[in-house]
């Protein structure tokens, strides 16, 4: 706070409401100046000293606000080139092990398609085997048919050939078994 105001003085050095000071009191005034402007000085040194410090104390703090914020944008920059770095390497991984279960999917589709292909083989050759054994099979039956046929055939012919002779037997047999008895009788008479 500054001093207080004075009145107008005059050019005899004193104060111009009327009264002259005499040399004691203009003294003394002079020494209450002097004492308030040295109280002043000293407020105003003080002031200068406080605000100094403040300043000094400000330019540290800001220093070490600097300093605390390039550490830490120091710190930032080494995680971020860290995780980058990782994350290149995760994505590298990754790429290689994708690639590598791309040609373990690819090997495994070869191997289907090669499984698949033998497996249509092999069935198309037992459905060839099985085709040709049932046609076989049908032959044979056709065989054993027109066989069996023949047989009886044959057999019809042989019984009615049989059945021929019979009766002829049966006929010359009629005609002779008079004779053939005479015979005998006379066999049995000779005896």
């Given at each position: 706070?500054?001093?207080?105001?004075?009145?107008?003085?005059?050019?005899?050095?004193?104060?111009?409401?009327?009264?002259?000071?005499?040399?004691?009191?203009?003294?003394?005034?002079?020494?209450?100046?002097?004492?308030?402007?040295q109280?002043?000085?000293?407020?105003?040194?003080?002031?200068?000293?406080?605000a100094?410090a403040?300043?000094?104390?400000?330019?540290?703090?800001?220093?070490?606000?600097?300093?605390?914020?390039?550490?830490?944008?120091?710190?930032?920059?080494?995680?971020?080139?860290?995780?980058?770095?990782?994350?290149?390497?995760m994505?590298?991984?990754?790429?290689?092990?994708?690639?590598?279960?791309?040609?373990?999917?690819?090997?495994?589709?070869?191997?289907?398609?090669?499984?698949?292909?033998?497996?249509?083989?092999?069935?198309?050759?037992?459905?060839?085997?099985?085709?040709?054994?049932e046609?076989?099979?049908?032959?044979?039956?056709?065989?054993?048919?027109?066989?069996?046929?023949?047989?009886?055939?044959?057999?019809?012919?042989t019984?009615?050939?049989?059945?021929?002779?019979?009766?002829?037997?049966?006929?010359?047999?009629?005609?002779?078994?008079?004779?053939?008895?005479?015979?005998?009788?006379?066999?049995?008479?000779?005896?």
């Amino acid at each position: 706070m500054g001093p207080k105001k004075k009145g107008k003085k005059d050019k005899g050095g004193g104060e111009t409401d009327g009264m002259k000071l005499g040399e004691d009191d203009q003294l003394k005034k002079l020494q209450q100046e002097s004492l308030a402007m040295q109280v002043q000085r000293n407020f105003d040194t003080e002031v200068k000293a406080n605000a100094e410090a403040t300043a000094r104390e400000l330019k540290m703090r800001m220093a070490d606000v600097n300093r605390r914020y390039e550490e830490e944008k120091t710190n930032t920059y080494e995680i971020t080139r860290d995780m980058t770095r990782q994350y290149k390497d995760m994505q590298e991984t990754l790429v290689s092990k994708i690639n590598q279960l791309e040609g373990t999917i690819q090997e495994l589709k070869d191997e289907l398609e090669t499984n698949r292909a033998t497996f249509q083989q092999k069935l198309r050759a037992k459905e060839k085997v099985i085709g040709d054994q049932e046609e076989e099979i049908k032959d044979m039956k056709s065989k054993m048919e027109g066989m069996a046929a023949e047989f009886g055939d044959m057999l019809k012919k042989t019984l009615d050939k049989m059945k021929e002779r019979i009766e002829l037997n049966s006929a010359n047999f009629e005609e002779q078994s008079v004779p053939i008895n005479k015979r005998l009788e006379e066999f049995n008479l000779k005896d």
